[in-house]
C-alpha cells in the first residue's frame, strides 16, 4: 500500500494542473485508509505510530473528502459549498497527501518497535491495573463533577481562570490509555469479581465521553477495539460474541454522535452558564423531535462538509503560490507557549499575545481573509516554512513520539502500555494543532512516572511480612478446600 500511495501521488502530482485524476486519488487514499484501519484493529504487529498517524490521514483526506464530493453532488460541486479553492489545488494537496501517507506507511513496515506489548501480564501486574484505573477514574469524576472537565472538551481552571486545568489536561489526554490498558490486562482473564469491576469502571470512562465531543468519542472507541482485538486470536475474530462488540460499538457511535449533535444544537438557546444537566435535558428533547428541531438537517450538513479538510490545505497551497509568504516558524513558536505550563514559562502570553493564531499569523502571509479553518500539523508546517514544513513537521511529529515510546520500552509493561495506548489515541486525531500532540506527550511523561510510583508503591505493599503470611494462608485455605471438593463423593 505504501508503493501504491507513492505511486498514485506522483501520478496525481503531474496530473494537477488538468484536474486529473483527483476523483482516482481520492478513492486509492479511502482504500488505503479502510485497508490500514481494519489492520489496526485486528493486527497488532501493524500498530506503529507512523502507520497509525499514515492511516489517519489517509480516512480524513480521502475518504472525508470523497464523501464531501458524494454527498449529493456527484459533479464535484460540493466543493465550492465550503472553499474557493480551485480542482488544480486539490489536485496537488491530495498528491502530497499521497506522499505523505505512502512515506509513512513504509517507515512503519521497516520500523521494529511496535507500539503494542505482546507479553501476558503477571498477577501483580493485573493488580496494579486496577489500582491506576481506581484512581484514573476518581479523577476523571473529579474533574467531571468540579467543572474543570467541561462540555466539549473544555478544560478551565477553577473560578473565571482562563487557564487549563492541569488535572481535565491530564484525564482527557490519557483516559483511553487507561481504559485499554484494562482491557489489555483484564480481556483474556476467566469471569471473576476483579474482572467484572474492571469492565463496569471502563464502561463509566466510556460513557463520560458522550459530553466531550464526536471525534474523541470515536477515537476511544477506535483505541479500545485495539486493545481489544490485541488479547484476541486471529482464529476467535468470527464468533458470535466478536460480532456482537463490533455492532455495539458501531450502534453506540451512531447514537452518541447524534445525541452529541443534539446536545450542541440544544445549546444555542441556552445561556452560555448552562450546566450539564441542562445541555443533557435540551439535547434529549431535540434527539427525540429531530424533524421540529433541526437535527437532521443539521446531521446532513454537517456530514458532508465538515470532513472537506482537504480544501483548507487547496487554500494554503494557492496562496503560498502567489506570495511566497511564511511566518518563518511563529506557529512552531506559539504551539510550544500554549503548551508549556505557565509555571514554567511565565511569560508565554506575551508570545500569545503577538502571534494570536495559526489564522492571524498565517493568512495575511499569503494573502487570505481571517477566518477559522480546520488546522493541522500539515497546515501548520506549510504556514511555517512552505513545502519543506509541509512535509517534514508530520514526520517530525511521529519521530519524538516514537521516541517517547522508547524511552520507556524498558520500564514496567502498565507504562508501556498506556505510552503506546496514549500515542494511539493522538495520532488517530488529524484535526489538532501541535499543541495538543506537545500536550499529550508532555502528559504522557507525567502519567508514566505517576504510574511507576504506583507499581513502586504496590510492589512494596506486596512484600511486606504481613501481607506476604495473608497471602499464604489465603493460598492454604484455597488449597484446602479444593482438597475436601476432591475427596466429596
Known sequence: MAALALTMGVIQLLGHTYGWPLWGSMVVLTVIGFWGLARLIFVSSFVTAWSVYGVSLALAYGFGTLNTMTSGYVDGSAMFLVNYVGHSALGRAEGIMLVIVGALLYIGHIDPN?????????????????????????????????????????????????????????????????????ILAYGSQPPSRARSLVMFLCLLLALTQLTQGRRPMMFNALTILIAFFAVRSVKGFLTPKV?????????????????????????????????????????????????????????????????????????????????????????????VAAALPTAIWP??????????????????????????????????????????????????????????????????????TMIAFSSIKTLLGVEGNLTGYIVDLRNMAILAMGTALIVAAFNWYQKQPLVIHNREQKARRKQRLAELRADRP
Open 347 to 416: 511569560g508565554k502570553w506575551r508570545i500569545i499575545a503577538r502571534v494570536g493564531s495559526d489564522e492571524i499569523a498565517c493568512h495575511p502571509k499569503m494573502g487570505l481573509p481571517d477566518w477559522d479553518a480546520a488546522n493541522t500539523v500539515i497546515t501548520e508546517g506549510l504556514c511555517d516554512f512552505g513545502w519543506s514544513g509541509m512535509l517534514l513537521y508530520p514526520i517530525a511529529m511521529v519521530g519524538l513520539i516514537v521516541l517517547g515510546n522508547l524511552a520507556v520500552r524498558r520500564t514496567n509493561i502498565l507504562i508501556r
Open 114 to 182: 511496535k507500539l503494542i506489548p505482546t507479553e501476558p501480564f503477571t498477577d501483580s501486574e493485573r493488580q496494579s491495573t486496577l489500582v491506576v484505573l481506581v484512581l484514573f477514574c476518581i479523577g476523571t469524576f473529579a474533574a467531571l463533577g468540579t467543572g474543570q472537565l467541561g462540555y466539549a472538551g473544555v478544560q478551565n481552571g477553577s473560578g473565571s481562570s482562563l487557564q487549563v486545568s492541569p488535572l481535565a489536561s491530564l484525564v482527557a489526554s490519557c483516559l483511553s490509555a487507561v481504559t485499554a490498558l484494562a
Open 243 to 335: 460480532i456482537l462488540v463490533l455492532l455495539l460499538t458501531v450502534a453506540t457511535l451512531a447514537v452518541g454522535s447524534r445525541f452529541y449533535l443534539a446536545t450542541r444544537i440544544a445549546g444555542y438557546t441556552l445561556p452560555t452558564d448552562a450546566t450539564l444537566s441542562e445541555r443533557l435535558a435540551g439535547g434529549w428533547d431535540v434527539f427525540t423531535h429531530p424533524e421540529e428541531q433541526g437535527l437532521n438537517q443539521q446531521l446532513e450538513e454537517n456530514q458532508s462538509t465538515r470532513t472537506f479538510v482537504v480544501g483548507y490545505v487547496g487554500e494554503l497551497i494557492e496562496g503560498y503560490d502567489k506570495t511566497g509568504g511564511t511566518t518563518g516558524g511563529d506557529l512552531l513558536i506559539l504551539n
